[in-house]
């Protein structure tokens, strides 16, 4: 069973911010949100995690709601280099060895 | 730069054929993984190992088996190659320490005729 939900699709125009929302409503309290993407013809790649905080690195910003509920992973001025499917993920690594349990993703196409 | 290597980009063998498909990283981790990914299907776990030779069963554990004699490789199996196992494969690594940021390597698309 998912334990995310994400839009299926999302345009974004080159330049914008792009706001990829996930819902995980049913969250424990040691599980991570973890993000991935992963850009046609190759492997995943790790963009960023947090428990409860906000955090942000050199890719993007994760803001993770009071509840936990939900999150948003922001990429602040897309490119085109940023067409990609995106995983929103929920794992607990203490619990699973480091698994992660994949959905169908968020395919963000960003358009010039 | 850190590097998860799986040996090949392209495979096509036939049906009944013994293949190995090799992974190998170079950044000491303790845990490597196999997935495959399909259309429709998304990314399946096959097998894990948190440590050499060790070795725990995925979701989709039928029809493969995996090796891990040393820390840096971790061999996928088919046992007795099948069409329906024509899929891209994806072996990954993390830490103990860190084991939800995991490095995938650019997988293997094989294909079984």
């Known amino acids: 069973d998912a334990k995310t939900t994400q839009p299926t699709s999302m345009d974004c125009a080159e330049g914008r911010a792009a706001n990829l929302p996930c819902n995980h409503s049913?969250?424990?309290?040691?599980?991570?949100v973890y993000w991935y993407r992963q850009i046609h013809s190759q492997g995943p790649q790790y963009i960023i995690h947090?428990?409860?905080n906000n955090e942000t690195n050199e890719m993007a910003s994760l803001i993770i709601t009071e509840d936990r509920k939900s999150s948003t992973l922001i990429l602040p001025h897309a490119t085109l280099r940023d067409t990609a499917v995106y995983y929103c993920?929920?794992?607990?690594?203490?619990?699973?060895?480091?698994?992660?349990?994949f959905g169908a993703g968020t395919q963000v196409v960003v358009t010039p | 730069d850190v590097k998860v290597t799986q040996s090949s980009r392209y495979l096509v063998k036939r049906t009944g054929e013994k293949v190995f498909l090799e992974c190998v990283q170079d950044?000491?981790?303790?845990?490597m993984f196999w997935y495959r990914q399909d259309p429709g299907l998304g990314l399946r776990l096959i097998y894990f190992s948190y440590d050499v030779k060790m070795k725990e069963k995925g979701d989709i554990p039928e029809g493969y088996s995996v090796s891990r004699e040393k820390k840096e490789r971790f061999s996928l199996i088919l046992e007795s190659a099948s069409t329906n196992q024509t899929s891209m494969y994806l072996c990954?690594?993390?830490?103990?320490?860190?084991?939800?940021?995991?490095?995938f390597g650019q997988g293997t698309r094989l294909t079984v005729v």
């Open positions: 049913t969250i424990s309290g040691n599980e991570y």
């Open positions: 947090g428990l409860k």
């Open positions: 993920i929920v794992s607990a690594p203490t619990d699973s060895w480091g698994k992660l349990q």
């Open positions: 990954a690594s993390s830490l103990h320490t860190d084991r939800g940021n995991a490095f």
């Open positions: 950044m000491d981790h303790e845990n």
